[in-house]
């Protein structure tokens, strides 16, 4: 089995500034150091890279959408304007699939949005689909991580594990 890695909208405006994620620098740890494992494992690392609209954080080529880690020379980026990669990509799934990868783990943000459909998109394109609880963030509608009070960080890392069991429950993923 060959495992690709997405790294999903690691991206400036969620990692850094006044839109972070709550706890970034402890998700940052976490996202480098699996992606480092990945890398040494010689696993493919896939970088997907959100559009926004004109005047959202992740506007392309704004300064929140530059991607937060810095893909290694032959790392493939993907750019999506859609929750899900494979929506945005249709020929994605074929070209992972002639490269020989049949497993997706997927990490990055945000759980209850991207993650989750781009789980979807990879599972329905034929991939088994991994999901550690550990590796995907969310936020609250947009409100600003210093204005989010420690009751809702509780309740981000709950709602991925809410993520998680969703799509254990409908087959999305395996445990």
């Known amino acids: 089995m060959t495992t690709a890695l997405f790294a999903i909208d690691i991206q400036d405006n969620m990692m850094i500034g006044e839109y972070s994620v709550p706890n970034a620098d402890n998700f940052a740890d976490l996202f480098e150091a ?3 494992s990945a890398r040494a494992a010689n696993q493919p690392v896939i970088w997907v890279q959100n559009d926004g609209p004109e005047g959202d954080v992740d506007e392309p ?3 929140g959408w530059q991607l937060f ?3 290694n020379v032959g790392e493939l980026v993907v750019r999506k304007t859609t929750q899900n ?11 992972l699939k ?5 497993e997706i783990e997927i990490i990055g943000m945000q759980s209850e949005f991207c993650v989750r459909a781009s789980a979807r998109g990879a599972k329905a394109a034929g991939f088994k ?5 550990r590796l995907h963030a969310t936020f609250h509608d947009g409100t600003p991580a210093t204005n989010i009070s420690g ?3 509780v309740s981000a890392s709950e709602l991925a594990a809410q993520v998680r069991a969703d799509l254990l429950a409908e087959g999305t993923i395996e445990n």
């Open 34 to 36: 699996r992606i480092s």
């Open 61 to 63: 080529f704004s300064e």
């Open 69 to 71: 880690f810095v893909p």
């Open 85 to 95: 990669v494979f929506e945005s990509n249709p020929e994605l799934a074929d070209q």
């Open 98 to 102: 002639q490269q020989g990868i049949d």
């Open 129 to 133: 689909v991994v999901l550690n609880p």
């Open 151 to 153: 009751k809702f960080k």
